[in-house]
């Protein structure tokens, strides 16, 4: 069994056939799973690749000691590092602000990195974006009033963590870069470049992999999402 893929190209608010048919889909499998994949237009090739490609590798390359700075009050938002697994992320709140992006720059680069500020503001507006759809088509889904979902997402903080996940070695055993856990919060976008790995436990016990294909996003329920 496979988590169900829903492809939203094309997909627009209020356009009607499409959107009715990728909500049922969405829906359902946020229903069953409490996650789903989609395919999207959010990251062009060309953002992706600068993303990818050359703002996250320049930020990871940093010292150890330049990326620690990234530091946070707030649980889970600053910088963190596992050693026995190769795996490091840092975090920025609110990364569609372009005040808080300026100040999570200069964090690793004093000088100023305008390329690297740009590239981290559209990624995050272009996954905000989506993050948002996939929420909206999940509460419409269930019946929830517009009102109320215009409500609750205009009530919502974000943050943004890039992780790097280092080759590990073939010790015989497998090794987890992340431990089994739930989300606390909402809502979990979730973008794989080329690195697998990312599993989700279905009703029946079993885990359900999500592949790393290029345009693909797992879009995951946290704690807050779920409803008893």
């Keep these: 069994m ?9 997909v627009e608010p209020g356009v009607p056939g499409r959107w009715e048919e990728a909500r049922a889909a969405v829906t359902a499998s946020m229903v069953a799973h409490g996650c789903v994949v989609v395919a999207c237009d959010a990251l062009e090739p060309a953002l992706r690749e600068v993303m990818f490609g050359r703002a996250l590798p320049e930020l990871f390359e940093l010292p150890p000691e330049t990326k620690q700075r990234n530091v946070s009050a707030r649980w889970f938002r600053s910088y963190m590092a596992r050693a026995e697994t190769d795996y490091e992320s840092v975090c920025v709140n609110e990364p ?14 004093p000088q100023g990195n305008p390329e690297f500020s740009g590239i981290m503001l559209r990624f995050a507006n272009n996954l905000l974006q989506l993050d948002q759809t996939l929420q909206r088509m999940t509460l419409e889904g269930l019946g929830v009033r517009e009102d109320t979902i215009r409500s609750h997402l205009r009530s919502l ?8 996940f280092g080759v590990q070695q073939d010790t015989g055993s497998r090794r987890l870069s992340m431990a089994v856990h739930r989300d606390f919060n909402m809502s979990t976008l979730v973008v794989q470049h080329e690195v697998e790995g990312l599993e989700v436990l279905a009703k029946d016990g079993s885990w359900l992999p999500t592949r790393a294909e290029p345009d693909t996003f797992t879009f995951q329920a946290g704690e807050l999402f779920t409803a008893r």
């Design 96 to 109: 569609t602000d372009n005040g808080n992006i300026h100040e999570f720059t200069n964090l690793f680069w």
């Design 157 to 164: 903080t974000h943050s943004l963590r890039a992780s790097r």
């Design 2 to 10: 496979d988590i169900p893929k829903v492809d939203l190209r094309g």
